[in-house]
Nanobody
Framework: QVQLVESGGGLVQPGGSLRLSCGASGSIFRIYDMGWYRQAPGQQREMVAAVSRGGKTKNAESVKGRFTISRDNDKSTVLLEMNSLKPEDTAVYYC?????????????????WGPGTQVTVSS
């Protein structure tokens, strides 16, 4: 009942930049935290950055100073501005939303995930 779709991935050179976006749609009552996770080949999925409804952010140590997360509550979107990209940033990036939906007259809260978008940093 909540759909997330990511966009903005692609191939960039080391030191380059990309901007990822994610939009949420569906029977959404309220979205709390939204975030970006990534999974590189042979690696486990890890949190990259997250932002609360009020704008409080947290970032993985590996991306601090390089990535910036932001959101637009009215549009139910979350952005990830990625700068100074490194080869080790190569991964599939997934959008995540902690959301409440209306179902059967009740409010249900759970995590939702997008299908992912590929980011490849290579020369």
């Amino acid at each position: 009942q909540v759909q997330l779709v990511e966009s903005g991935g692609g191939l960039v050179q080391p030191g380059g930049s990309l901007r990822l976006s994610c939009g949420a749609s569906g029977s959404i009552f309220r979205i709390y935290d939204m975030g970006w996770y990534r999974q590189a080949p042979g690696q486990q999925r890890e949190m990259v950055a997250a932002v609360s409804r009020g704008g409080k952010t947290k970032n993985a140590e590996s991306v601090k100073g390089r990535f910036t997360i932001s959101r637009d509550n009215d549009k139910s979107t979350v952005l990830l501005e990625m700068n100074s990209l490194k080869p080790e940033d190569t991964a599939v990036y997934y959008c995540n939303a902690d959301a409440e939906i209306l179902q059967g007259g009740a409010i249900i809260r759970r995590d939702y995930w997008g299908p992912g978008t590929q980011v490849t940093v290579s020369s």
